[in-house]
Nanobody
Framework: QVQLVESGGGLVQAGGSLRLSCAAS????????MAWFRQAPGKEREFVAS????????YYADSVKGRFSVSRDNAKNTVYLQMNSLKPEDTAVYYC???????????????????WGQGTQVTVSS
């Protein structure tokens, strides 16, 4: 089992920045991948970004490339999502997820990940 706790959400004006954190516990994350998804009201949950724990390879949705950056701190078992140049359409609940399987090559489907956090709200005002 892996427990995930997100933090860092809030209200920000368009053009502003936020940094989300996701602290993992319960299992070592070597050879796993962690990801951020988001879900806006009335919409399906969608992939935002991911990172492999061992090599730090990163993947991004086209909608956030150049604005968002995913990183991890191995010592703290924590993954971060730095969000810059935020837009109103970035408003959503952001979820952290872990893929507890050994092979990851950028899969973006919700079903490709095994454990989920409770989510943190990000609201971008225009």
């Amino acid at each position: 089992q892996v427990q995930l706790v997100e933090s860092g959400g809030g209200l920000v004006q368009a053009g502003g920045s936020l940094r989300l954190s996701c602290a993992a516990s319960g299992r070592t994350l070597n050879n796993y991948a962690m990801a951020w998804f988001r879900q806006a009201p009335g919409k399906e949950r969608e992939f935002v970004a991911s990172i492999t724990w061992s090599f730090g390879s990163t993947y991004y949705a086209d909608s956030v490339k150049g604005r968002f950056s995913v990183s991890r701190d191995n010592a703290k078992n924590t993954v971060y999502l730095q969000m810059n140049s935020l837009k109103p359409e970035d408003t959503a609940v952001y979820y952290c997820a872990v893929r507890a399987r050994t092979f990851y090559s950028g899969q973006v489907a919700v079903g490709a990940f095994d454990y989920w956090g409770q989510g943190t709200q990000v609201t971008v005002s225009s």
